[in-house]
């Protein structure tokens, strides 16, 4: 009889890469994918511990499941819990201590050992903790990935980060830097776009330090990896997340200007404007440095739109400081970003650092900086009205008659479309902007365009 596995992933894109593995680990053990929570004979939590609030929102689905958990003992569709992501490699064991009802905790590197994690679960009749780091390269052993959810897909081409970034936890809970060799990431390239994904985005913590062999001898750079990529037939769109500023080399600049598959928007944290916050931040580049980045890539590629990750509040940061990070917000002109107030986590350096910035200057500092990305956000949204532009329809909208898609900008994007275009390029016309969307007319339906 056939199971059902519920996922639920927290924080980054890499977390639902790494639950659409899952699933494909889970399969041939006889488990469907289900939609909801309730019922599912496994629940995974695949969690994030970036903020404090991403790791605490853990606990309390942790509390609701065990209700559940509770009124289906002695049943004969019990329930298994389990907790995987980067909540479990950092807190491991402890998760016991506080959800004793919790039947496996396993990390970010070990989730291709679920099936033997379960039979151990089965064996032995006591929760499983596998944290490890394991030597082996875990996409090795996991199965070629099973059905495709709409015609975006991701695909992580690296993990782990060496940068050290003060306030991180990501290369304590991810582990070092490593780039999956070349030929396994286009076999999975080919086999996604077989499937049905015309739009696929490399994923990495730092992906542009990609460096994957070559089964030729030497190594590809990012730059390298995404021209060979984009000679894939029906591969029509090529996006990359999340790159280091310090580590944007001439092979990606060059790849923007030459590669129309590429498509023209760049997620690039910059954390701060100020060089003072930088250093502390243990960040290797300036204000200037990230500035003449971007001036780099604008010339190869004039239309390039630009999101961020910002944090505000973070250990002796002054309001000076803050003005810095204003005045670089100003200057380079982002179209999307993201803004976080400093979430001081164990065990990272900055965490123990003095001058920690109390909350109502942090919640005021967010607030305008906020302020600020929104009315860019909003600008930009507008110059789009009246423009056409080639837009991927990959869901279906709100209402009946009409999809949702991403602009080349990443922008939602809705028009009244019958679900037969879904997993199509259109060419629309913009007709409305809206702070955080699009609206669109269909300009050429038959001419779905690269
Ligand atoms: N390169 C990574 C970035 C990881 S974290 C990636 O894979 O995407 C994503 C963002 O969270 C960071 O860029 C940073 O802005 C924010 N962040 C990380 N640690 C934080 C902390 N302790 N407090 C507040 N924000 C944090
Ligand atoms: Fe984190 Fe800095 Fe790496 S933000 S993921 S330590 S580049």
Known sequence: MRK?????????????YDASRMED?????GYDAADAMEGADLVILNTCHIREKAAEKVYSELGRLRREKAARKGTDRPMRIAVGGCVAQAEGEEILKRAPFVDLVFGPQTYHRLPLMLRQLESRGRAVVDTEFPADDKFDQLPPAGELDGASAFLTVQEGCDKFCTFCVVPYTRGAEFSRPVDPVLREARLLTGK????????????????GAHPEGGEWTLGRLIRALAEIDGLERIRYTTSYPAEVDEDLIAAHRD???????LHLPVQSGSDKVLKAMN??????????VVARLRAAQPDLALSSDFIVGFPGETDRDFEDTMALVRDVGFVQAYSFKYSPRPGTPAADMGGQIP????SARLHEL??????????????????????LFDRPGGREGQLVGRSPFMQAVH???????????????????KPNSLSAVVSSKQEAVA
């Open 283 to 292: 960040r290797r580049h300036t204000a200037g440095g990230y500035k003449d």
């Open 25 to 29: 680990v889970l399969s041939p053990m």
């Open 259 to 265: 590669v129309p598959e590429l498509m023209p928007f």
């Open 4 to 16: 059902s596995v519920h996922i639920k992933s927290y924080g980054c894109q890499m977390n639902v």
């Open 196 to 211: 049905g994904a015309r739009e696929i985005t490399l994923l990495g913590q730092n992906v542009n330090a990609y460096h």
């Open 359 to 362: 909350e109502d200057v942090k």
């Open 370 to 391: 906020q302020d600020e990305l929104n009315r860019q956000q909003i600008a930009f949204n507008e110059t789009c009205v009246g423009r056409e532009m080639p837009v």
């Open 415 to 433: 028009a009244e479309l019958s679900a037969g275009y879904l997993g199509e390029i259109v060419n629309v016309m913009i007709d409305r902007a």
